[in-house]
């Protein structure tokens, strides 16, 4: 059985920092894709960062370039979001997804159960 086990979410004040974690298990890891995507309140599910299979290549939706960093662990089976300069419309539950192709149009047929992430101004 395939999980994604997202953790690290919290309350933090604005400007303030999260490193969000997600563990995989149930699937060959350095296989997959991995993505974070967040939907906030009233919102659509929204991308925000992409890593290929070894990490070399990494996407970034514009809104947290040059502050959100994506990185893998493949010996721990798990995915990470540095998330700094936190603002409020970051507020959202976070979640993990894999996929076995890359790109901000891949489909991603597994996903975590979501990490809440809020900022407070």
């Known amino acids: 059985q395939v999980q994604l086990v997202e953790s690290g979410g919290g309350l933090v004040q604005a400007g303030g920092s999260l490193r969000l974690s997600c563990v995989v298990s149930?699937?060959?890891?350095?296989?997959?894709?991995m993505a974070w995507f967040r939907r906030a309140p009233g919102k659509e599910r929204q991308f925000v960062s992409t890593?290929?299979?070894?990490?070399?290549?990494?996407l970034y939706t514009n809104s947290v370039e040059g502050r959100f960093t994506i990185s893998r662990d493949n010996a721990k089976n798990t995915v990470y979001l540095e998330m700094n300069i936190l603002k409020p419309e970051a507020t959202a539950v976070y979640y993990c997804a894999a996929s076995t192709d890359y790109g901000v149009t891949a489909r991603y047929p597994y996903w975590g159960q979501g990490t809440q992430v809020t900022v407070s101004s």
């Open positions: 149930g699937l060959t890891f350095d296989a997959y894709v």
């Open positions: 890593i290929s299979w070894n990490g070399q290549r990494r």
